[in-house]
């Protein structure tokens, strides 16, 4: 091989393992690099764009549209320029350019666009515009008349006076969101955006891009600058932060630093994040920053879980069947005795959004008849029924329950005995491992720790 030969080999295998698009287009407009994030970002096959001309390939709704083209024309570098387009398969495509002209011995050789893809970014920038006029509840849409639900009720409309953070804690489906958007409905922000982002649905370094690389003047820009951050996105209003124990280390420091004032944030932004286990579970096992729960701990807020407030459901059900027939004008009257005895029983793991979903699916199910059965149940939510009552662990409690039950001891006794039995025995299922025991049995690990040494129980074999 030629070494001139060589050396073009060589940069296009470098082209080719770059991270960011590289298009690179000869004075005609014909394509003659186009490496493979640019096709990965474009959805395109090498053999479409190689050696065709731009305007063949693209469609740009004006020939100024297409950077490169522009700089063929202009002669001068366009950096940072934010581009949405089709591609040949009419996907819609966002990137950030640099583009450049290439010189060869004072003529114009070509130019060569580096492009960073913001496809993903763009659209959760608009999911979150979406959301601003979806914040919709208030502390009268909260059911239920629970003893630890009403003090979280309370807490939260204290809160609606001040602008400190909140942390909500709670397991899905809780209502983490309807309190969130209560209280900044009820606060004097209501007028000014409710802004919300979950912290686990996306991968870190967009979160970070979209909390903390914005561009203050980007709405005005006619689109060509960054974005704005989520944070100048809810200026005068909230911002919600969904399972914030699920950002990196790093993020969370970052975050930390932006609330105690330490970085200059100009935007006036009140602050509420959720999650959805016991924060100082998190905390201990690293997931959650305790500098960070300190700063949004200033107002906590614990929901309890579904199956804790039993009392409610019944309440939670009327209020979702009178929901769903406005919703879908239908006239159900409600559940027959059994499907109730079934609901107070069940766990609800999916708390009240599941309640809401087995309730919408019964409606779907219920044909003509006015009250809803057994058989009007979601298929899904039967077979948990099933899987639970045919599961040997469930059956053997109920026996030991049973058993227990014939020589009758104070009661105190008993629930002591039956914790110290159910322990021993998610210990053992779980190889005595102190973490997982505790999530399954739905407490803290501190609170588990505490209850073997109250009730002496060993960590078993290992030690
Ligand atoms: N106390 C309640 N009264 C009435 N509706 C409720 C209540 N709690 C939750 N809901 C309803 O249940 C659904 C789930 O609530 P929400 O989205 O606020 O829960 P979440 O804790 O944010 O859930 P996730 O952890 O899955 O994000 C929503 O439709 C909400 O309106
Ligand atoms: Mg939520």
Known sequence: MQKFEKRLYMYEKVAEHLESGVHVIDSRGKTIIYNRKMREIEGMEIEDVLDKNLLDVFQ?????ESTLLQVLKTKEPALNVKQTYYN??????????DTFPIFHEDSLAGAIEIARDVTMLEKMMRDNLHKRTNSLYTFDSIIGGHARLQEAVETGKRATRTSSPVLICGEAGTGKELFAQSIHNGSSRSDRPFISQNCASLPQDMLESLLFEGDENAASNSGKEHHQTLFQQAKGGTLLLDEINS???SLQRKL?????????LPYDVRVIATVNED???AIAEGRLLKDLYYRLSIVSIFIPSLRDRKEDLKELISFFISQFNHHFTMNIRGLTEETENIFLKYEWPGNVRELEHVIEGAFNLVGSDEIIDFNHLPIGFRQRLQHISSNPKVQEETDFLYQAGIDIKPLEVFVEEAETYYIQKALKHHEYNITKTAKSLGMSRQNLQYRMRKYGIERGGRY
């Open 60 to 64: 740009f709704h004006s020939e100024e």
């Open 88 to 97: 040949i398969n009419g996907i819609e495509i966002t990137t950030i350019n």
């Open 247 to 249: 950002l990196t280390t």
């Open 279 to 281: 924060p100082i579970d």
């Open 256 to 264: 930390v630093n932006i609330l105690q004032g330490s970085t200059d």
